[in-house]
């Protein structure tokens, strides 16, 4: 038998530190059946035993029973370094996560035992890495350490294949093959999705809300505001938070990390933007939509930022770092004027373009009052013709050069001409946000049209 190093000593006075707290916790000193007992939590035996209870726990990321409780499937332990990275929040925004664990609870000693941490990592990770000194302290017998090795990693492997359960959350994800939408009688334009939920996420979640909810940092700032006296930092608040409580009475039946939280896992409040109707009163009286998008507080801010950044650089300054700036404030005016245009489209009755009082050039109206194409024939004409989009690109270049070369903006003077016009007009045109709100209205006015065309077709169909 090899002498055991300093680390391994470590790792098993560690693991037999926990062992005895369990045999303490079971019995008082003076219990008659200690003894008996005793020999149940000798460290060899309990080690033998817990690689073989450690076949009822599966350490998870994402649980199946989060669903519903009585759902019998495939949970997944997927790291947040392994998936995708996505702009929308999700697990792999995660830098530290903790893992749960489903199954048996009464085997959740063992999953607490692979959880002892040694000089910053736990057990299972020592395991996992195949650590020698790990090893060693198991067993004396380098064969039977093996064995239990490779039973206390398979916590993170799920039994059997991958399966969903009819009681799990499953939607179906339209994949159809063509730009029409997908037929309901053909399987084939759907893939049946389960979703699973983040246990990992939804802890993280918790964690910080509870900080910011109940911390004493947070209570000392909310004190200091109702005081009226200064603090070194400010609190979070979380309006219409709610809180769902996953297993009801039971959150143990969901998870380890759902019973830890007492089952409250917060939902963030996701609703739709409320438009703000009084604010958008129609455009009469003006003659271009940029008068009053270009009084914006949001817009002239965006502006002045972007003169006054352009006019500090060089004539012949030209790089990636310069042109990246600039096209950001460019994204975010296109995002500011589709909020613009959305607020009009979606706020106003139809047909407000057509009020005597609407001085607004043609392609303006179009964006703004598509709807109106319904009634209106001559208006329709003009929509299908599609020229406006062009018209309405070179409109808002030609604003945004004027606007930009205004001196009551700012100190620093730019001198925009054809190329600049050229540019901003392109850029609009070619963005994926602004060609997806054209095609949006133009096939959302066809779908409205095209009942009313087949109806009459088949009146004047001969027979």
Request: glycine share 6%; charged share 25%.
């Amino acid at each position: 038998m090899s002498e055991l190093t300093p680390c391994s000593k470590a790792i098993a006075a560690l693991v037999a530190e926990f062992i005895n707290k369990r045999l303490a916790d079971k019995l008082a000193e003076d219990d008659p059946k200690r003894d008996a007992l005793a020999a149940q939590y000798q460290p060899a035996a309990w080690l033998a035993d817990a690689a073989r209870r450690v076949s009822q726990l599966q350490l998870v990321t994402h649980p199946l029973k989060a669903s519903h409780p009585d759902a019998r499937g495939s949970s997944l332990f997927v790291t947040p370094d392994s998936l995708p990275a996505r702009q929308e929040v999700g697990t792999h925004c995660l830098a530290e996560f903790a893992c749960d664990v489903v199954g048996n609870a009464a085997a959740l000693d063992v999953y607490k035992f692979l959880k002892l941490e040694h000089a910053g990592q736990s057990l299972l990770a020592l395991l996992q890495a195949g650590d020698a000194d790990a090893l060693a302290a198991l067993s004396d017998d380098a064969e039977q350490a093996a064995q239990w090795r490779e039973a206390f990693c398979s916590i993170t492997e799920p039994a059997g294949g991958p399966a969903s359960h009819g009681l799990a959350k499953q939607i179906y994800w339209p994949v159809s093959p063509d730009a029409f939408l997908p037929d309901a009688h053909d399987d084939s334009h759907f893939h049946l999705l389960s979703v699973l939920n983040s246990s990992a996420l939804s802890h993280w979640l918790y964690g910080r809300i509870q900080a910011h909810r109940f911390g004493d940092e947070a209570k000392a700032a909310r004190q200091a505001r109702r005081d009226g006296v200064n603090h070194p930092h400010g609190y979070h608040d979380y309006p219409q938070l709610a809180e769902e409580k996953k297993g009801g009475t039971k959150p143990q039946n969901i998870s380890q990390l759902n019973s830890e939280r007492k089952g409250s896992n917060y939902l963030l409040a996701s609703l739709p933007p409320q438009w703000d109707r009084s604010a958008t009163r129609p455009l009469y009286g003006v003659d271009s939509l940029f008068v009053r998008f270009g009084s914006l507080p949001q817009v002239r801010r965006l502006l002045r930022e972007l003169r006054d950044y352009l006019g500090k650089q060089k004539p012949d300054a030209n790089n990636v770092h310069i042109r990246n700036r600039r096209d950001t404030w460019l994204d975010e005016l296109f995002t500011e004027l589709l909020q613009f245009g959305a607020a009009f489209s979606n706020g106003l009755p139809r047909g407000w373009t057509a009020d005597s009082a609407c001085h607004l050039p043609l392609e303006e109206q179009c964006w703004l009052d598509p709807s109106r194409a319904e009634d209106d024939e001559d208006f329709n004409k003009a929509f299908q013709w599609q020229d406006w989009p062009t018209q309405l690109a070179e409109r808002f270049a030609r604003w945004l050069n004027g606007s930009l070369g205004a001196e009551r903006l700012s100190k620093h003077q730019l001198a925009l001409g054809e190329a600049e016009f050229d540019y901003w007009r392109r850029e609009l045109a070619h963005d994926l946000a602004w060609q997806a709100d054209l095609d949006g209205k133009r096939r959302e006015l066809d779908h409205r049209l095209l009942p009313a065309a087949g109806t009459e077709e088949a009146q004047y169909e001969p027979a």
